[in-house]
Every structure is written in structure tokens, then in C-alpha cells.
């Protein structure tokens, strides 16, 4: 393993210190980009103010991502670095097969939540975000999410270092609530970027609020608060039952999941010197 | 003459930007016409169209069912049945965001059929851009193809051993589990191995890494790019100005 020195010299505080301003910088970023386009929505949704929002929505929500990725990516220990392919792997292999099964949810964040129980929050957020950063290569739709996974990585982190990963009914919960915060997040993507949703059940429930009178903006607000929470809490369900079923050996290596006892149990019993 | 990855994302990132900016169904129309071209000539039409018909068509679809029926901000209606009604406005508005997104998603992936990956990542570890990013994007695009062929051997070796893919929502669920859990395993398994080979290579490690392959960058190119940008950001200006919401405020 690698040996790196116990306390912190004067340059690595500072870096951390930087890092952590630019933490900050993109949380506020994100979060000051959804509150703007709250209050600035176009009444009128010609193309012009939808497009003046689509702008807003994909400079700040992109500018907020890549700010956590220059935070965090560099700060995370190798053992972590080589686990961001493979969650965007499972992300995409795993959505496929659950896909195949005829349940109509999408489950593209299993891999993203995975690691968030094993590594934690911030590798999670850097996970999220870059996760729809490649997979933009093959659809390019996925890039301006890249925001919302970031915070559904970094809010499975937060659940998991709260512990409520250490019981399974305590995941879907964390779920459900996860899927609030991503589903309103992404709302205004959906709305003036894409003008809409791309799947059959989710375009009903727009119209339907459509047909009542809402806004583009609010209809999608209240399909993403019916459709979200329920996906992530099988997403969180499926990812805890992942993680229980790893051998406790390959867990426990992680120093997140020792030192916040996420998972229940103890750790593996060393034999007696 | 060949482009440098970095010159081919920008000229991608600025037209999608700049078409985003425009906001005219017709400029939208030609991008989508001129990538399709650059596409017939670069070789990778039946990729790129194929790719970009699952991503677009069923957002396309979507749009003009939800906009075309249900469109409360419209007036010119042309048709009625009970709920739904048929507005003019609502036609123009999906057929604004559909060919808008289509032009948008037709450029990037121009873009991403055409780059050599190598390059991709020669050009990202030269720049000042974190290594790790470079590392990221390489490996899953390597892992990809590598995973679907391993949960094939995993599937087979399951339904040797007497996984039945039929039967209720609960056996379904069973043989899911059976193929999951192995996959997930072994993928966290070789990354811990994967990390330590790393290590020991000095890939975290701080101070200049050796790289044994160049990327020319010709100065021509550069001052396209750094023009490109000045356009597409003179676009997003000028949209900014042009449509900022004051009565809302």
C-alpha cells in the first residue's frame, strides 16, 4: 500500500482548503442556477425565452459539475479512482438488464449509489458527474444531468455515513428522499432543455397536469416528484442488496465503510498473534 | 489534414451551443443536415444515425404527442377533441425543441464516432486537465465492451448450472440477482487489483509523468478553436441580452 505521511504540511492544507472553496463554489453554483430559474421561468414558452433558460440551465448545472469534479477527482485515493469506471459500467449494464426485465423504472444509477455506500459522499458526487460526462459519448442527452447524478452520489454518501444503510428497510427511504431533491433538480433540464420526457409513462403524467393548466416547468416538476423518489428507492434497495451480498472481505477494505460502520456486522476477525 | 481531438469537441461543443443560442428550427435543420453529411463522409453514418434515432426518437415522439395535444399557452387552435386541443403554437414549439435537440445530440456524436480515443487521452493527460479524468474516460471505454462479454459467460454458466430465465416476476428476479451479484463481485474485485498495480506504477503520484505518445497541436488550430469560442460565447451573449426576463422579476 502506499505510505503517506500522517499529518498534513502547510502546502497540502491549503489544498485541501482549495478544494474545499471549490466544493462549495459548485454546490452554489448548482443551487443558485435551479433558484434563478425558478423565479425567472418564462411565462410565455416561446422558443426564445426557452432557449435564454435552456442556456442558463446547462452553463450553470455543467459549470457546478465540473467544479466537483476538480474538487474532488484529484483528492481521491487511487483504490477509489479505479472504482469510477466501473460504477459508470454498472450504471449502464445493470440499467440494461433490469431494462430487459419489464419493470418500468430506468435504474441508471445503481453503480453511482454503490460506490457512494462503499467510498463515500464525495466520491460519489465525482462519480454521478462523471459518470454522465462519459456516457454523453454514446448519448449525448445524459450530459446536462450531470448535476442531478451528482447529487443523487453525493446523498447517497450522506445516507450511508448517517447509517441507514446498516438495516434494509432504512435504504429505500433514503431513496425515496434522494429521488425529491434529483427529481426537482432535473425538472428544469427536462423542461427547457429537452421540452419534455422521453419516456411513454412519464409523457401520460405530463400531459395530463399539461391538460390541467400547469406550466411545461411545473408539470414536469410533479411527474419527476411521482416517478423519481419510487425509482430511487429500488435503485437504493438493489444497491444495499448488492452490498450485502459482497464478501465482507471486499467491503471492509474500503476505509469509508470501516469508519462509519455503514454496513451492519463486524469486521473481519484478524487471527490471534 | 488531421484535426486534433481537442479542435473536433470544440467545433462540436461551439455549433451545439450556438445552434442552443440561435434558437431557429431552421439553422437547426441544417446542422443536423451538414453533421449528417460530415457523418456519409467520415464513414460512420450508420453509427452516429443509429445512435442518435434511439437517444432522439422517442424524445421526438414525445414532444409532438405532449405539445401538439396539450398546450394551455396556445391560441391558434386548430383542432379540438374534449381535454386535448391542437394549437399552431404547440406544433412550432416541438418542432423548434425537436430539431434542436437532434442537431445538438447529431454534432456531438459526429464527434465522438469520429475521435481516436488514444488521442483523446494523449491530448487530456498533456493538458492541464487532471490526470485522473483522462484515466476515467479510457477505462470505461475499454471496460464496455470487455463487461458485456463477461456477464455473457456468467449467464451461461449460471443456466449450466440450471438458471431458467422464465417463470413469474419473482423467479425473474431470482435469476437477476444470480447473474448480478457475481458481476459485481468480480468488478470490484479486479478494480482492487487494477488500483494496486497503479500504485505500484506511480500513477497518484505528483511530478511529470512520461508519455510515449504525441498529439501535434499546428498553431492554426489553436486560433480556431480559441475563435470558435469567442463565437459561441458572442452567441450565448447576444441570447442573454436578447431574451432576459425582466417582468418576471
Known sequence: MSSSPLTLSEAGRTASRNRRILEILGAAAIAGTYVFLVLTQPADIAN????????????????????????????????????????????????????????????????????????????GAATGALSSIVWSFFNPTVLPFAAGSALIGFLAGLAARGGLFRRFYLAPVAGFITGIFAGVVSAPIAAFVFGGTSGVGTGAIVSAFRA???????AITKQALISDPMDKAIVFAIAALLAYALPRRTTFQFPFVRRFRVLAGKAPATPAA | MRLHPFTALTAAACTAVATTAAASWQLSFAVSIISS????????????????????????????????????????????????????????????????????????????????????????????????????????????PAIVGSLDRIRQAQEARGLLLRGSLLAHLGALRLQMVPLVQGLIEDAGIRGQALEARGFGAPGPHTSYRHVDDPPGQQIFRALALVLAAAAVALRLLASWPTASL
Open chain 2, 37 to 144: 453529411v460530415l457523418a456519409v463522409r467520415a464513414g460512420v453514418a450508420g453509427r452516429v444515425l443509429s445512435a442518435a434515432a434511439v437517444t432522439v426518437g422517442p424524445l421526438c415522439l414525445s414532444l409532438v404527442v405532449l405539445h401538439g395535444l396539450f398546450f394551455p399557452e396556445g391560441r391558434t387552435v386548430l383542432a379540438e377533441w374534449g381535454p386535448a386541443r391542437v394549437t399552431a403554437e404547440g406544433l412550432q414549439f416541438a418542432l423548434d425543441l425537436a430539431s434542436r435537440t437532434s442537431a445538438c445530440v447529431l454534432v456531438l456524436l459526429l464527434f465522438s464516432f469520429t475521435v481516436s480515443v488514444p488521442d483523446l487521452v494523449s491530448a487530456l493527460a498533456a493538458s492541464r486537465i487532471p490526470p485522473q479524468f483522462g484515466f476515467v474516460l479510457a477505462s470505461t471505454l475499454t471496460l464496455l
Open chain 1, 212 to 218: 390541467m393548466g400547469d406550466t411545461l416547468m411545473a
Open chain 1, 48 to 123: 426564445g425565452p426557452v432557449s435564454f433558460s435552456a442556456l442558463v440551465a446547462l452553463g450553470g448545472f455543467l459549470l457546478g459539475a465540473v467544479l466537483l469534479i476538480v474538487a474532488v477527482l484529484p483528492a481521491l485515493p487511487t483504490s477509489t479512482l479505479v472504482l469510477v469506471p466501473v460504477a459508470l459500467v454498472l450504471n449502464v449494464v445493470l440499467g440494461q438488464i433490469m431494462g430487459s426485465s419489464g419493470l418500468p423504472f430506468y435504474f441508471d444509477a445503481i453503480g453511482t449509489v454503490l460506490i457512494a455506500v462503499l467510498a463515500g459522499p464525495a466520491a
